[in-house]
């Protein structure tokens, strides 16, 4: 049976999903704090997830703006925003 989701939304699904696995490789683990050039924290596990979720929203064709990328793209219309995981500190 054909799903009635669109192809897009799919794949952010499995990509929300995938990269839900690779956070829990890292819960409970005492992570190491890197600060960001905005002053954020960021850890192994927030950039592991930002990577997958690139990597499956990328057959989209859809720019991404990502809290964890500061290469953003002001002039799409249409854009992915993404916040791959938020608190690891």
Known sequence: M???I?????IAILAAKESGKIILQYYKQKLSVNI???ASPITIADQASHEIILEFLKETNIPVISEEDSN???DASL???VDPLDGTK
Do not use: F, R
């Open 36 to 38: 960001k050039a905005d």
């Open 79 to 81: 854009y992915w925003l």
């Open 6 to 10: 669109p192809k897009i939304y799919e």
């Open 2 to 4: 054909k799903s009635s």
């Open 72 to 74: 953003l793209n002001s």
